[in-house]
Structure formats: structure tokens, C-alpha cells
């Protein structure tokens, strides 16, 4: 029963709310990511390398071998550090875009909290922690000009 009630909690907070909508957008920004990288970042890559396809590229450590009627009696073993290189390639680019998300929202964040800034509207939580703020300097103010008499 207190796990259901805990439960409840959470869900009623909005944290699973929250957690969903980042899956969500997790899940849409990877298909974005994934058509950045992969139909218009590697295409001008593999122009500049000679048409190389970088998920081809393979370290064959042990060739397949082949009998007569051409059957495979042996598969090849091989490392794939292209399709590495092409997951990294993928990483950096997601790294750099949240990364370029991130700093873009905190600029808004920061800009919305600045309770001297007029052309965002200033949540009602951070004004009132300004307004408290300017009235405590003000009372510092007239005790410290009583105190000096």
C-alpha cells in the first residue's frame, strides 16, 4: 500500500509527467540527430574521402573461406570500427547540439529571472524574492542611519 501511495506522489508531482515528456523529445531529437548525421554530415564526408563509406570499414582479422561449391565453411572475423566511427560521429554531434540547446535556454532562463529586464515577464516567485531583497536593503538602510545618531 505505501508503494502505491509513493507512487501516487511521484506521478501527482510531475515528475513522471517531466520524465515522459523528455523521453518523448529524447526519442524525436535521436530521429533528427540520426537524419543529421547520416543524410547530411556523412554524405560531404565521403565526397571529401573518395566516396569511402565509413560503416564499411573493417579490420579483417580472419578472411571467410570459401570451399568449391561456394559455400562459406568459414565466416570472417572482423572488427567494425567504421560503424564505431560512424556511433561516435553520432555522439559528438548530439553532444554538441544539447549542448548548444542547453546554453540557449539558460540564456532565456537567465533573462526571464532578471527582474531589472522589463521585455520578459518575470515569474511571480522571482519578483517577489526581488522585492523582498530591495525592502531588506531598504531596512538595513534607515537602521544603520538610526544607529549612526
Do not use: C
Not at 535521436?30 to 579490420?59: E, R
Not at 566511427?85 to 548530439?94: K, Q
Not at 554538441?96 to 527582474?115: E, P, Y
Not at 521585455?119 to 531598504?138: A, F, G, N, R, Y
Request: glycine share 6%; hydrophobic share 50%.
Amino acid at each position: 500500500m505505501k508503494l502505491l501511495t509513493e507512487f501516487k506522489e511521484f506521478a501527482v508531482k510531475g515528475n513522471m509527467m517531466d520524465m515522459a515528456i523528455g523521453i518523448i523529445i529524447g526519442a524525436a531529437f535521436n530521429k533528427v540527430i540520426d537524419v543529421l548525421a547520416k543524410q547530411v554530415l556523412l554524405p560531404p564526408l565521403s565526397l571529401l574521402t573518395d566516396d569511402v563509406n565509413l560503416g564499411d570499414k573493417k579490420l579483417v582479422l580472419r578472411d571467410a573461406i570459401i570451399d568449391a561449391t561456394g559455400e562459406i565453411t568459414t565466416s570472417e572475423v572482423a572488427v567494425a570500427y567504421g560503424k564505431l566511427s560512424e556511433v561516435f560521429l553520432d555522439f559528438i554531434i548530439i553532444g554538441f547540439t544539447v549542448f548548444i540547446i542547453v546554453k540557449f535556454m539558460n540564456r532565456l532562463r537567465n533573462k526571464a529571472q532578471d527582474t531589472d529586464d522589463k521585455t520578459v515577464v518575470t515569474p511571480k516567485d522571482i519578483q517577489l524574492l526581488s522585492d523582498l531583497k530591495v525592502l531588506m536593503e531598504e531596512q538595513n538602510k534607515m537602521l544603520k542611519s538610526s544607529m549612526g545618531k
